[in-house]
């Protein structure tokens, strides 16, 4: 990356693991995740691909204390999420869904400049910070003074995606952000998105139903059954000839 | 014509009347918010008080105005003839529109921007005061503006127990079946009410211009 900025910016991004140890997580009497076993190695790219309802997105909160397991361990870069700051840890681990959820109130630079204001980065360098991450996102950045009601649903999420990384976050969780955009938009943004996270070398967990989209994007691929458990984990490649009947099916379905 | 040149000759006392009413509903408005927004905004977060509280500010609303002001005649310290039971009553009937929209208002705020919030790490605080409140800020003015325009409907009857007020020249109007000082009284508070209701919606869409 560059010439560190600001106050936390000393540490420029670096990589960080998150690991699942026998997870359970019950919502009420809902058996969400059941047994989930699973490591996401620093500066790895694993996608969650399954149904909807099996689990994907609650696995992806686990990562960042939205939800702590029922029985089982999260740990982030070892330590155990239940004796994490949830803040903190928050702070450091970027996170985009599907609904973007831009502050509307806020102009697209305000929102961007999200987490680096928590941190306490000086002004000065999260103005320069929000400049190189329009750029980096491939918006104009004049387009900073807009509120997000004026853009257009693709420049909405590359703003959710220039937030997600502002304050060079050690982890990146991605819940479908681009389940809700049109097709040609969507395949721009994938491709871009993979050229940036090739980049920034985070750690990236990504959730997904599209098996095209967990193909092109994994370094590995985790696929939860209905059942929430894991019915499958290996490279792209793996997934492509395994022939475990529950991914057979879904990926057969799916492309 | 006839009621022009009675309006004119009587314009003192209109304007002094008016100028009660007015105080009255604004202070009574005043204090409404100094109460009714803190506890909306406790409601959105102990959603255990909703029920309570919210039951009780609705049952207070559905009081006859003239029956409150008649029980606060023999109540103690709050109660009483004058300006001081007349605010107590219209404190009570401006809770509920300012309570119900602030808790709303809050409630209102998107739930993907509020998830956001909280998964970027801010704090529950960071996120009333930067988010919901902002965001909820068109929907708890939408209440204060329900709030003043009913207070200066009921602040009319506020005359009865001796709060003066537009309703004095409208409580005289009528026992001296006079219907010009009826009017001199119901046409200014009319108007006020329309006044409040036009610049507080105005107010209400500034506060809102994100949208």
Redesign the interface.
């Known amino acids: 990356m560059r010439a560190p900025r600001g106050v936390e910016s000393t540490e420029a991004m670096s990589a960080a693991g998150v690991s699942f140890e026998a997870v359970d997580v019950l919502l009420g009497e809902r058996t969400v995740l059941s047994g989930l076993d699973l490591e996401v190695g620093p500066g790895e790219t694993v996608v969650l691909l399954g149904r909807s309802g099996s689990g994907k997105s609650t696995t992806l909160r686990l990562a960042?204390a939205?939800l702590l397991p029922t029985r089982g361990e999260v740990r982030v870069d070892g330590t155990p999420t239940r004796h994490l700051d949830?803040?903190?840890?928050?702070?450091?681990?970027g996170?985009i869904?599907q609904?973007?959820?831009?502050?509307?109130?806020f102009s697209v630079a305000r929102n961007v400049a999200?987490?680096p204001g928590?941190l306490g980065w000086d002004t000065r360098a999260i103005e320069a910070r929000v400049t190189e991450m329009l750029e980096l996102v491939g918006l104009d950045p004049t387009l900073g003074t807009r509120?997000p009601?004026q853009l257009s649903g693709g420049q909405r999420q590359r703003v959710g995606i220039a937030?997600a990384l502002a304050a060079r976050p050690e982890r990146l969780?991605c819940d479908e952000p681009f389940g809700a955009l049109d097709p040609v938009t969507r395949y721009e943004l994938q491709r871009e998105f993979r050229a940036l996270t090739e980049r920034v070398e985070t750690t990236l967990l990504f959730v997904t139903h599209d098996v095209r989209e967990a193909l092109f994007l994994a370094d590995r691929i985790a696929f939860l059954a209905d059942d929430g458990r894991l019915a499958f984990v290996g490279t792209p490649d793996a997934f492509r000839t395994s022939t475990e009947p529950r991914v057979a099916r879904f990926r057969d379905a799916g492309l | 014509m006839e009621l022009a040149a009675f309006l004119a000759t009587h314009r003192a006392e209109i304007l002094l009347r008016t100028w009660e009413h007015v105080w009255l509903v604004g202070i009574s408005v005043l204090l409404a918010c100094l109460v009714g927004i803190p506890t909306g905004i406790a409601l959105s977060r102990r959603p255990r008080l909703r029920g309570p509280v919210l039951g009780g500010v609705n049952v207070i609303q559905t009081i006859p105005s003239l029956a409150l002001l008649g029980f606060l005649i023999p109540a103690p310290w709050i109660g009483g003839l004058g300006t001081r039971p007349a605010i107590v009553a219209l404190v009570a009937y401006a809770l509920l529109p300012i309570v119900k929209n602030t808790f709303e208002g809050i409630r209102s705020a998107?739930?993907?921007?509020?998830?956001?919030?909280?998964?970027?790490?801010?704090?529950p605080n960071?996120l009333l005061w930067?988010?919901e409140i902002?965001?909820g800020l068109g929907v708890i003015m939408a209440g204060v503006r329900l709030a003043t325009v009913i207070g200066i409907g009921v602040a009319t009857i506020a005359a009865f127990i001796g709060a003066g007020g537009l309703g004095a020249l409208i409580f005289r109007g009528v026992s001296m079946v006079d219907s010009r000082l009826v009017l001199a009284g119901a046409i200014p508070a009319a108007l006020l009410a329309l006044a409040a209701d036009l610049g507080l919606g105005w107010l209400e869409r500034r506060l809102s211009r994100?949208?």
């Open positions: 960042n939205l949830p803040i903190r840890l928050r702070r450091r681990t996170y869904l609904e973007i959820g831009l502050f509307p109130h999200l987490v928590l509120l009601g937030r969780l | 998107d739930p993907a921007a509020r998830e956001a919030g909280v998964a970027m790490g801010m704090t960071q930067q988010v902002p965001l994100w949208r």
